[in-house]
């Protein structure tokens, strides 16, 4: 199984960035996908879920309104587009796939993931 993270970079606040994670060895739709971030010193947190349908999503409060995760099942690809960025929302992203058709938040319900894109906010 590999998830491949990409699309992280440099950005000033207010900016956008979108991420793309590349799924393979897993069948896809069999899965919800998380998106998941680790800011230096701190612990990994939830950011957004998508079921495995591609129907139902669900975001952390930090980033609601902000983000947007999208999933292609037909690509094996999960997407988190991001606006308005903040210097807060920088962190190394990582995308998750977990047994299951519906949304998740809890780190303990995933059962791969990726290594991770970095993303880096200026102010």
């Known amino acids: 199984v590999q998830l491949v993270e990409s699309g992280g970079g440099l950005v000033q606040a207010g900016g956008s960035l979108r991420l793309s994670c590349a799924a393979s060895?897993?069948?896809?739709?069999?899965?919800?996908i998380g998106w998941f971030r680790q800011a230096p010193g701190k612990e990994r947190e939830f950011v957004a879920s998508?079921?495995?349908?591609?129907?139902?999503?669900m975001y952390a409060d930090s980033v609601k309104g902000r983000f947007a995760i999208s999933r292609d099942n037909a690509k094996n690809m999960l997407y988190l587009q991001m606006n308005s960025l903040k210097p807060e929302d920088t962190a190394v992203y990582c995308c998750a796939a977990g047994l299951g058709r519906a949304t998740n938040w809890r780190t303990t319900q995933y059962n791969y993931w990726g290594q991770g894109t970095r993303v880096t906010v200026s102010s």
């Open positions: 060895g897993i069948t896809f739709d069999d899965y919800n």
């Open positions: 998508v079921s495995a349908s591609g129907i139902g999503t």
